[in-house]
């Protein structure tokens, strides 16, 4: 059913191209690292296949219509357009919080404001700089200013230059309905349990807050009891899930079901997924689902690497049944280590690398280091046979 909800299995997932994809899994997580390409690219392409990476960044971010917003999710992420108004519980609550590590007065908030009003849609930069002099974590006031009306709503992110934020007011790029339209904390709450029961088939009252990060203390915390009556009022249905100690109680999307009782057919998508692709950024329900254990190490130092820097698992016939650390090197997709749990996972992971390097124009590849050793023969022969050598 996730993989279905997903877009990992049947046709379903590839209708209405990446702006359906972002619809589907409701908020594709941004990073700055970038190695075959950046992780927003790699969860449209995990999907939709060798989508042009222009389209890719078209649909996230429109010059002239905008379809997508940025906002903390399950992190910073890019979100549909349509959502704006149910993040609007969120705003409340950080504007309510207060600014935490980095403090700015209200006049540089109003000196930002004015100048967006008066010169239009501008970066940091354009701002008068993101950066204080200081370490990579040293923001100027400006760039501290920008976040603070970003996060609380009196400014918004529709488009990207670059890789740089470009920060507008909402009244001049969010539909008027939208707009006006401010929730209730428990119709922001209903509104994002139901969109995340649909991003995954079925879930937990703990996968279900993971998914979208919902606040677990406070007066509004995201409890089973508020969570539950959130799904009965979004009209999900009820389930238990079964493999554990005991059943656990989950929702599932009733359309989720359905596609189930019709026998639950589909072709198996065989790709790399990004380390913070929503299928498994929820490390517990990555393990409970597949057996798996996701840990990203770019942050870990590199002589304390097990898997590599940028971990790529491979998704194959339902499964992840390998793993492998990436890079580029010219024209070169390097495969610096692969990691196969099993004989039968070579073919599928040399399929995977194959369209990876075509669609990150790469036109050789090299596996460098196979684990077990005794599958690196059979790799290269997969590799051989996809083309490459």
């Known amino acids: 059913m996730t993989l279905h909800a997903q877009g990992f299995l049947g046709a379903d997932g590839r209708r209405g191209g990446v702006a359906g994809m972002l619809r589907r899994v409701a908020a594709v997580q941004l990073d700055t690292i970038s190695v075959l390409a950046r992780s927003h690219e790699l969860v449209a392409y995990a999907r939709l296949?060798?989508?042009?990476?222009?389209?890719?960044?078209?649909?996230?971010?429109?010059?002239?219509?905008?379809t997508a917003f940025e906002y903390w999710a399950h992190a910073a992420c890019v979100l549909p357009l349509a959502d704006w108004p149910y993040y609007a519980a969120r705003r409340r609550r950080i504007r309510e919080r207060g600014q935490r590590w980095h403090q700015v007065s209200q006049r540089a908030c109003d000196e930002v404001?004015?100048?967006?009003?008066?010169?239009?849609?501008?970066?940091a930069?354009?701002?008068?700089?993101?950066?204080?002099?200081?370490?990579w974590w040293d923001w100027s006031e400006v760039k501290i200013a920008a976040e603070w009306l970003?996060?609380?709503?009196?400014?918004?992110?529709?488009?990207?230059?670059?890789?740089?934020?470009?920060?507008d007011l909402p009244e001049r790029v969010i539909p008027v309905a939208l707009l006006d339209n401010e929730p209730s904390d428990e119709d922001c709450l209903s509104y994002l349990v139901a969109s995340t029961v649909r991003?995954?088939?079925?879930?937990?009252?703990?996968?279900?807050?993971?998914?979208?990060?919902?606040?677990?203390?406070?007066?509004?915390?995201?409890?089973?009891?508020?969570?539950?009556?959130?799904?009965?009022?979004?009209?999900?249905?009820?389930?238990?899930?079964?493999?554990?100690?005991?059943?656990?109680?989950?929702w599932a999307d009733p359309a989720a079901l359905a596609w189930l009782d019709a026998g639950g057919r589909g072709t198996h998508r065989t790709t790399l997924l990004s380390p913070f692709d929503?299928?498994?950024?929820?490390?517990?329900?990555?393990?409970?689902?597949?057996g798996f254990h996701h840990a990203l190490e770019a942050y870990v130092p590199k002589e304390k690497r097990v898997h590599g820097y940028y971990t790529m698992p491979l998704l194959?016939?339902?499964?992840i049944v390998g793993r492998v650390d990436p890079a580029r090197r010219g024209t070169t997709l390097v495969a610096q280590h692969v990691m196969l749990?099993?004989?039968?996972?070579?073919?599928?992971?040399?399929?995977?690398?194959a369209e990876a390097a075509s669609w990150v124009g790469c036109d050789s590849i090299r596996a460098e280091r196979t684990s077990p050793a005794a599958l690196a023969q059979p790799l290269l022969s997969a590799l051989q046979a996809e083309g490459f050598s």
């Not at 993971?210 to 009556?229: F, M």
């Not at 194959?316 to 499964?319: E, F, L, N, T, V």
């Open 150 to 167: 970003l996060d609380t709503g009196q400014a918004v992110c529709v488009r990207r230059t670059g890789w740089r934020r470009v920060y």
């Open 113 to 123: 404001l004015a100048r967006l009003k008066r010169d239009g849609p501008l970066t």
């Open 341 to 353: 749990d099993r004989p039968a996972a070579a073919a599928p992971m040399a399929r995977a690398l």
């Open 278 to 290: 929503s299928l498994i950024w929820d490390r517990k329900r990555t393990l409970r689902m597949f």
């Open 199 to 250: 991003a995954l088939g079925v879930a937990t009252h703990a996968d279900i807050t993971e998914y979208q990060r919902l606040s677990r203390s406070g007066p509004n915390a995201a409890t089973a009891e508020r969570v539950g009556k959130a799904a009965v009022t979004a009209g999900l249905a009820p389930v238990t899930i079964a493999g554990g100690k005991r059943p656990v109680p989950a």
């Open 49 to 66: 296949g060798p989508v042009g990476r222009e389209q890719v960044e078209r649909a996230y971010w429109h010059p002239a219509k905008p």
């Open 316 to 319: 194959a016939g339902g499964r």
């Open 125 to 135: 930069t354009q701002l008068g700089g993101a950066k204080a002099g200081g370490p």
